[in-house]
Protein backbone atom coordinates (compact mmCIF):
# COMPACT_ATOMS: atom_id res chain seq x y z
CA UNK A 1 0.00 0.00 0.00
CA UNK A 2 1.68 3.31 -0.91
CA UNK A 3 2.02 6.15 1.17
CA UNK A 4 1.79 9.66 0.42
CA UNK A 5 4.34 10.57 -2.78
CA UNK A 6 5.29 13.84 -3.74
CA UNK A 7 7.66 15.08 -6.54
CA UNK A 8 10.28 16.03 -6.70
CA UNK A 9 12.10 16.04 -4.05
CA UNK A 10 14.01 18.68 -4.68
CA UNK A 11 13.59 22.22 -6.60
CA UNK A 12 15.36 25.09 -7.66
CA UNK A 13 14.39 28.43 -8.95
CA UNK A 14 14.64 31.68 -9.26
CA UNK A 15 12.52 34.55 -8.31
CA UNK A 16 9.70 35.51 -10.46
CA UNK A 17 9.11 32.09 -11.69
CA UNK A 18 6.66 29.69 -11.52
CA UNK A 19 6.51 26.46 -9.88
CA UNK A 20 3.85 23.46 -10.16
CA UNK A 21 4.67 20.67 -7.35
CA UNK A 22 3.11 17.00 -7.02
CA UNK A 23 1.34 14.89 -4.68
CA UNK A 24 -0.19 11.53 -4.93
CA UNK A 25 -2.62 10.61 -1.86
CA UNK A 26 -2.23 7.55 0.20
CA UNK A 27 -4.36 4.49 -1.67
CA UNK A 28 -8.19 5.01 -0.87
CA UNK A 29 -7.81 8.81 0.38
CA UNK A 30 -9.64 11.70 -1.31
CA UNK A 31 -8.91 14.67 0.49
CA UNK A 32 -5.15 16.40 -0.09
CA UNK A 33 -4.00 19.15 2.48
CA UNK A 34 -0.74 21.73 1.58
CA UNK A 35 1.44 22.83 3.87
CA UNK A 36 4.51 25.18 3.71
CA UNK A 37 7.58 24.75 6.33
CA UNK A 38 9.94 27.41 6.54
CA UNK A 39 13.37 26.15 8.04
CA UNK A 40 12.67 26.22 12.02
CA UNK A 41 9.29 26.66 12.03
CA UNK A 42 5.86 23.85 11.75
CA UNK A 43 4.03 23.53 8.78
CA UNK A 44 1.45 26.64 8.05
CA UNK A 45 -1.61 25.41 6.39
CA UNK A 46 -1.74 26.75 2.76
CA UNK A 47 -5.08 25.20 1.37
CA UNK A 48 -7.45 22.21 1.50
CA UNK A 49 -8.69 20.34 -1.68
CA UNK A 50 -11.65 17.64 -1.49
CA UNK A 51 -14.07 16.43 -4.48
CA UNK A 52 -11.78 18.80 -7.05
CA UNK A 53 -12.67 21.84 -4.94
CA UNK A 54 -10.75 24.00 -2.70
CA UNK A 55 -12.67 23.71 0.24
CA UNK A 56 -10.84 26.29 2.31
CA UNK A 57 -7.60 28.31 2.56
CA UNK A 58 -5.01 29.63 5.09
CA UNK A 59 -3.37 33.10 4.94
CA UNK A 60 -0.95 32.91 1.73
CA UNK A 61 -1.69 35.04 -0.85
CA UNK A 62 -3.15 34.52 -4.66
CA UNK A 63 0.46 33.43 -6.25
CA UNK A 64 -0.27 29.92 -4.61
CA UNK A 65 -3.39 27.97 -6.49
CA UNK A 66 -3.86 24.42 -6.39
CA UNK A 67 -5.51 21.79 -8.51
CA UNK A 68 -7.25 18.13 -7.78
CA UNK A 69 -7.56 15.71 -10.32
CA UNK A 70 -10.30 13.25 -10.69
CA UNK A 71 -7.93 10.49 -9.22
CA UNK A 72 -7.43 12.53 -6.42
CA UNK A 73 -3.80 13.74 -6.88
CA UNK A 74 -3.19 17.38 -6.35
CA UNK A 75 -1.00 19.72 -7.97
CA UNK A 76 0.74 22.71 -6.12
CA UNK A 77 1.53 26.11 -7.98
CA UNK A 78 2.98 28.82 -7.33
CA UNK A 79 3.66 32.51 -9.32
CA UNK A 80 6.06 35.35 -9.10
CA UNK A 81 8.47 33.15 -6.71
CA UNK A 82 10.01 35.13 -3.65
CA UNK A 83 12.90 34.44 -1.71
CA UNK A 84 10.64 33.93 1.02
CA UNK A 85 8.66 30.89 -0.88
CA UNK A 86 12.02 28.90 -0.17
CA UNK A 87 10.76 26.06 2.26
CA UNK A 88 9.47 22.50 2.55
CA UNK A 89 6.12 21.54 1.01
CA UNK A 90 4.23 19.05 2.79
CA UNK A 91 1.11 17.65 1.29
CA UNK A 92 -0.93 15.42 3.34
CA UNK A 93 -4.06 13.03 2.35
CA UNK A 94 -6.79 12.10 4.51
CA UNK A 95 -10.62 11.33 3.91
CA UNK A 96 -13.95 12.45 3.46
CA UNK A 97 -13.25 16.11 3.54
CA UNK A 98 -11.86 15.68 6.98
CA UNK A 99 -8.33 14.97 8.66
CA UNK A 100 -8.31 13.64 11.99
CA UNK A 101 -5.76 11.88 10.97
CA UNK A 102 -3.55 12.89 7.97
CA UNK A 103 -0.60 11.16 6.36
CA UNK A 104 2.26 13.24 5.20
CA UNK A 105 4.42 12.84 1.98
CA UNK A 106 8.38 13.54 2.77
CA UNK A 107 7.81 17.04 0.79
CA UNK A 108 9.39 18.31 -1.72
CA UNK A 109 12.24 20.86 -0.51
CA UNK A 110 11.86 24.27 -2.87
CA UNK A 111 14.96 26.68 -2.87
CA UNK A 112 14.47 30.26 -4.31
CA UNK A 113 17.69 31.80 -5.49
CA UNK B 1 -9.36 31.52 18.39
CA UNK B 2 -7.62 28.22 18.03
CA UNK B 3 -3.54 28.16 18.32
CA UNK B 4 -1.18 25.85 19.83
CA UNK B 5 2.01 26.46 22.21
CA UNK B 6 4.65 24.36 22.66
CA UNK B 7 5.82 25.49 25.74
CA UNK B 8 9.90 24.08 25.02
CA UNK B 9 11.55 24.59 22.05
CA UNK B 10 14.22 22.41 22.92
CA UNK B 11 14.44 18.94 25.02
CA UNK B 12 17.49 17.56 26.24
CA UNK B 13 17.49 13.83 27.86
CA UNK B 14 20.10 11.04 28.20
CA UNK B 15 19.24 7.86 26.78
CA UNK B 16 16.81 5.48 28.93
CA UNK B 17 15.66 8.58 31.07
CA UNK B 18 11.68 9.66 31.02
CA UNK B 19 10.57 12.32 28.08
CA UNK B 20 8.05 15.01 28.54
CA UNK B 21 7.30 17.60 25.67
CA UNK B 22 4.52 19.78 26.72
CA UNK B 23 1.63 21.01 24.60
CA UNK B 24 -1.00 23.58 25.50
CA UNK B 25 -3.92 24.73 23.36
CA UNK B 26 -6.52 26.69 22.78
CA UNK B 27 -9.79 25.89 21.09
CA UNK B 28 -13.19 27.46 21.08
CA UNK B 29 -14.50 24.06 19.85
CA UNK B 30 -14.47 20.11 20.54
CA UNK B 31 -10.57 19.26 19.58
CA UNK B 32 -9.02 16.89 18.17
CA UNK B 33 -5.23 16.95 19.26
CA UNK B 34 -2.14 14.84 17.84
CA UNK B 35 1.27 14.70 18.22
CA UNK B 36 3.80 14.17 15.08
CA UNK B 37 7.02 13.46 14.69
CA UNK B 38 9.52 14.62 12.14
CA UNK B 39 13.13 12.85 11.63
CA UNK B 40 15.73 15.14 9.78
CA UNK B 41 14.83 15.46 6.26
CA UNK B 42 12.09 13.46 6.53
CA UNK B 43 7.85 14.35 5.81
CA UNK B 44 5.45 13.74 9.29
CA UNK B 45 4.80 10.54 10.65
CA UNK B 46 1.32 10.68 13.30
CA UNK B 47 2.49 9.35 16.71
CA UNK B 48 -0.84 9.58 18.29
CA UNK B 49 -4.31 11.16 18.46
CA UNK B 50 -7.08 12.19 20.71
CA UNK B 51 -10.57 12.38 19.55
CA UNK B 52 -12.96 12.61 22.12
CA UNK B 53 -12.46 8.92 23.57
CA UNK B 54 -9.82 8.01 25.96
CA UNK B 55 -7.93 10.53 27.65
CA UNK B 56 -4.94 8.73 27.96
CA UNK B 57 -3.70 7.90 24.35
CA UNK B 58 -1.14 5.21 23.48
CA UNK B 59 1.02 5.77 20.35
CA UNK B 60 3.60 3.93 18.27
CA UNK B 61 7.25 3.57 19.75
CA UNK B 62 6.15 3.80 22.97
CA UNK B 63 4.63 7.40 23.69
CA UNK B 64 1.76 8.54 25.51
CA UNK B 65 0.00 11.66 25.80
CA UNK B 66 -2.87 12.90 28.20
CA UNK B 67 -5.89 15.26 27.26
CA UNK B 68 -6.40 17.23 29.84
CA UNK B 69 -9.03 19.81 29.45
CA UNK B 70 -9.08 21.67 33.01
CA UNK B 71 -5.37 22.41 31.63
CA UNK B 72 -6.28 22.12 28.24
CA UNK B 73 -2.57 20.68 27.66
CA UNK B 74 -1.71 17.57 25.61
CA UNK B 75 1.61 16.66 26.93
CA UNK B 76 3.74 13.71 25.09
CA UNK B 77 5.58 11.40 27.16
CA UNK B 78 7.94 8.77 27.14
CA UNK B 79 9.37 6.25 30.25
CA UNK B 80 12.85 5.62 28.83
CA UNK B 81 14.13 7.76 25.70
CA UNK B 82 15.96 5.67 22.72
CA UNK B 83 18.65 7.58 20.70
CA UNK B 84 15.93 6.64 17.56
CA UNK B 85 13.74 9.25 19.40
CA UNK B 86 16.09 12.25 17.98
CA UNK B 87 13.63 14.35 15.95
CA UNK B 88 11.15 17.15 16.04
CA UNK B 89 8.32 16.97 17.58
CA UNK B 90 4.98 18.86 16.61
CA UNK B 91 1.40 19.21 18.52
CA UNK B 92 -1.76 19.54 16.07
CA UNK B 93 -5.11 20.70 17.13
CA UNK B 94 -7.69 20.19 14.32
CA UNK B 95 -11.12 21.64 14.85
CA UNK B 96 -14.73 22.37 12.69
CA UNK B 97 -15.57 25.48 12.75
CA UNK B 98 -18.71 25.97 10.65
CA UNK B 99 -17.95 22.63 9.27
CA UNK B 100 -15.23 23.21 7.74
CA UNK B 101 -11.76 21.78 9.70
CA UNK B 102 -9.29 24.19 10.77
CA UNK B 103 -5.75 22.36 11.32
CA UNK B 104 -2.66 24.55 13.31
CA UNK B 105 0.53 23.11 14.57
CA UNK B 106 2.72 24.07 16.75
CA UNK B 107 6.20 25.78 16.40
CA UNK B 108 7.95 22.50 16.98
CA UNK B 109 9.96 20.98 20.24
CA UNK B 110 13.63 19.56 18.81
CA UNK B 111 14.99 16.35 21.03
CA UNK B 112 17.95 15.79 21.61
CA UNK B 113 18.63 12.08 23.37
CA UNK B 114 22.39 11.79 24.81
CA UNK B 115 24.07 8.69 25.01
Known amino acids: DAGVTQSPTHLIKTRGQQVTLRCSPKSGHDTVSWYQQALGQGPQFIFQYYEEEERQRGNFPDRFSGHQFPNYSSELNVNALLQGDSALYLCASSLDGRAYEQYFGPGTRLTVT | AQSVTQLDSHVSVSEGTPVLLRCNYSSSYSPSLFWYVQHPNKGLQLLLKYTSAATLVKGINGFEAEFKKSETSFHLTKPSAHMSDAAEYFC?????????????FGTGTKLQVIP
Open chain 2, 92 to 104: VVSEFPGGYQKVT
